[in-house]
């Protein structure tokens, strides 16, 4: 392959997309003198970039007017300001993934990906692999920008979370060890089908070569169906099935109480695989592990009193990630609702025997009584604040009625959507239910 640098440079270069991404490869690309446009479809985002950046109507778009255009992920090419410009160039989009592995050919890289679990598994990794004194890096959608870090060698591993939106417009990036945790439908208003879903996930695994490692879930029905593509040869890395099963023993050592949801079993089953090819000691990881204090909106617990279990579980945009905590949890007041996920179903059947009563908030509310129905016991709320009240008086009576000090509850705020309708994000969900649950606790009990 020519020179890299050569590559990029004094080539005609359009950043769509406008947040720390893009900004970070503005900052990169500028370094090898490439010639650089950028756009954005926000008008707020726009007015951050400087004039001589900015796409504007006096630089005609025409087709070929650009040698390459990186795409942010947020951006659908299908609908979106410049989609017939994209159209037209679809050779020509890349993302910053691919400029950064352009670039650092000889960097160890971890991807990881999946429906759910990833920002917990790339953290989880990070620590482990401080704590067994590699020099790290987490980037992607849970850390910075990866065309911002600088002063890799051969000995950095760094972690990438990758999403289904990057890897659907990825050409180049190859991870040396990358897993799929899991997939269940998520994102088809974006992908269509479950099928380009998938394939965008897959993705990930394509790209490498056959000296390269492959994670794959062996409990998880989707993953195991790619697993059967090895034996076609469409995949050419090394191939590790993920049984958490088969690491029963190891995850018995593991006394930090937040991972030992059904979930968190799942993501400690990869950490220690991946972790293991790299000949890492069991007690280095053991240790990292029981160090990890979780991250926030995700199965984060709130403290209250002895006999209620509050669960800030804001990050559950869909139904299998809500039903991670519906299986770890006994007695649930559970708070559910938000923007539902196209083709999203919910199984309860061998779950609704742990939850007590669902409050339902959000616009949605038809699809969630449908789904709810004649399943579990539940009730509309509409907002936020409604179901924090409704479920502390609910709470309350029932605690008069069973008085037993053995029986604890489980408020269980776990949406299993997304959060639009209502709020900016998941976090500024989880966040505002932290804000009630707090400003009620001295109302409990």
């Not at 040396?176 to 695994?205: G, Q, V």
Request: charged share 25%; proline share 1%.
């Amino acid at each position: 392959m020519r020179n890299l640098k050569l590559k990029f440079a004094k080539k005609k270069i359009l950043i769509y997309g406008f947040a720390k991404s893009g900004l970070a490869t503005l900052k990169f690309l500028k370094k090898i003198k490439s010639e650089i446009y950028c756009w954005d479809d926000n008008f707020l985002v726009r007015k951050n970039i400087k004039k001589k950046y900015l796409l504007n109507s006096k630089k005609k778009i025409i087709n070929n007017f650009f040698d390459f255009i990186v795409i942010s992920p947020g951006i659908n090419i299908r609908q979106c300001y410049l989609k017939d410009l994209l159209a037209k160039n679809k050779a020509k989009i890349i993302t910053d993934l691919d400029i950064f592995y352009n670039f650092n050919k000889n960097s160890q890289i971890i991807s990881i990906t999946g429906t759910n679990g990833k920002s917990t598994t790339c953290k989880l990794l990070e620590l482990v692999f401080k704590n067994a004194g590699y020099n790290t890096h987490l980037v992607g959608n849970i850390g910075k920008p990866i065309l911002s870090l600088k002063k890799l060698n051969k000995k950095t591993v760094i972690i990438v979370e990758v999403s289904s939106y990057q890897l659907e417009y990825t050409r180049h990036f190859k991870s040396n060890h990358a897993a799929i945790l899991n997939i269940s439908p998520d994102h088809i208003e974006r992908h269509k089908t479950m099928a380009n879903y998938i394939n965008a996930k897959k993705k990930i695994l394509k790209l490498q070569s056959f000296k390269d490692h492959s994670y794959l879930n062996l409990n998880n029905k989707f993953t195991k169906k790619i697993i059967d593509n090895f034996k076609k040869k469409q995949f050419f890395s090394k191939l590790h099935k993920v049984n958490r099963y088969k690491v029963k023993k190891t995850l018995k050592k593991i006394k930090n109480k937040y991972l030992l949801s059904q979930g968190n079993l799942e993501n400690i089953s990869f950490v220690l695989r991946i972790a293991s090819n790299y000949k890492i000691r069991l007690d280095i990881i053991l240790q990292a592990l029981n160090k990890f204090k979780g991250l926030p909106h995700r199965q984060e617990r709130l403290s209250l009193n002895n006999k209620i279990i509050c669960i800030n579980d804001s990050k559950a945009t869909n139904f299998e990630s809500s039903l991670q905590s519906l299986k770890s949890y006994k007695n649930i007041l559970w708070i559910v609702g938000g923007i539902p996920k196209k083709g999203d179903k919910f199984f309860l059947s061998k779950f609704k025997k742990n939850i007590i009563k669902a409050y339902i908030i959000g616009k949605s509310t038809l699809f969630f009584k449908k789904q709810l129905r004649k399943k579990i016991n539940f009730v509309v709320v509409n907002n936020l604040k409604n179901a924090v009240l409704k479920v502390i008086k609910d709470s309350r009576q029932i605690n008069s009625i069973n008085n037993s000090t053995k029986n604890k509850y489980t408020i269980l705020f776990s949406p299993a959507a997304a959060s639009f309708d209502q709020f900016l994000n998941f976090e500024d969900r989880g966040k505002k239910f932290k804000e009630l649950i707090y400003r009620a606790k001295s109302n409990i009990y």
